[in-house]
């Protein structure tokens, strides 16, 4: 069984440019969600992609934006950086099932200059 | 709104206990402990549903009381792998498909 997986590993951008991030979910899950983690604090939901659909949103602008495709794998896009997008990336699967958790990937650590 | 942990810093001797507190002004369905190494993922410790089901390590233990919404997690006998930040992610008040919102973390250390 493999686990989560992204790539890039780190990725630096400048103000104003896009970025496109990349999950694999773990073998079975249907269901991913993305985070956006800064240095010192915990994880802030962005959203979540259930059977290529979007299944919820936290308090992020339309400039984040994300896909998932037939595989379950996913893609995070941001438009436009801004300094405050530097920080860790990190996708999280799940079944889907009440009893079950979800399981982070390493990570993509995007700074923009 | 976010979940309040509590210590926000504790370090220990190898062998000692500690318990880390995570505090939630909403109802709850689910409570998901997790611990981060620096510049690593967040890793799965333990899942507390509402109804009192558990699932998680067997060297980790946990309880959540659904009428205060809070958990705490147990970490007995503490071993130098126990490092690292403590996050617990809520889930509420009737379940989300694990669209969870953290706390700003413990940071564990053990010392030998």
């Known amino acids: 069984e493999t686990g989560v997986t992204q790539s890039p590993t780190h990725l630096i951008k400048t103000r104003g440019q896009q970025v496109t991030l990349r999950c694999s979910s773990q073998?079975?899950?249907?269901?991913v969600s993305w985070y956006q983690q800064a240095l010192g604090q915990g994880p802030q939901f962005i959203f979540q992609?259930?059977?290529?659909?979007?299944?919820g949103r936290g308090n992020f602008p339309p400039r984040f934006s994300g896909l998932q495709f037939p595989n379950y794998s996913s893609e995070l896009n941001v438009n436009a950086l801004e300094l405050d997008d530097s920080a860790l990336y990190l996708c999280?699967?799940?079944?889907?099932?009440?009893?079950?958790?979800?399981?982070f990937g390493p990570g993509t650590r995007l700074l923009v200059l | 709104q976010q979940p309040v942990q509590s210590p926000q810093a504790v370090i220990l001797r190898e062998g000692e206990d500690a318990v880390i507190n995570c505090s939630s002004s909403?109802?709850?369905?689910?409570v998901h402990w997790y611990r981060q190494k620096h510049g690593e993922a967040p890793v799965f410790l333990m899942i507390?549903?509402?109804?009192?089901e558990q699932k998680g390590h067997e060297k980790i233990s946990a309880s959540f009381n659904e009428k205060k919404q809070q958990s705490s997690l147990y970490l007995t006998a503490s071993q130098l792998s126990y490092s690292g930040t403590y996050f617990c992610?809520?889930?509420?008040?009737?379940?989300?498909?694990?669209?969870?919102?953290f706390g700003s973390g413990t940071q564990l250390t053990v010392l030998p």
């Open positions: 073998s079975g899950h249907n269901t």
């Open positions: 992609y259930y059977r290529e659909e979007e299944n």
């Open positions: 909403k109802a709850l369905y689910s």
């Open positions: 507390l549903l509402k109804g009192g």
């Open positions: 992610g809520t889930e509420g008040p009737s379940g989300s498909a694990r669209q969870l919102t």
């Open positions: 999280a699967s799940s079944s889907g099932t009440a009893q079950e958790t979800q399981y």
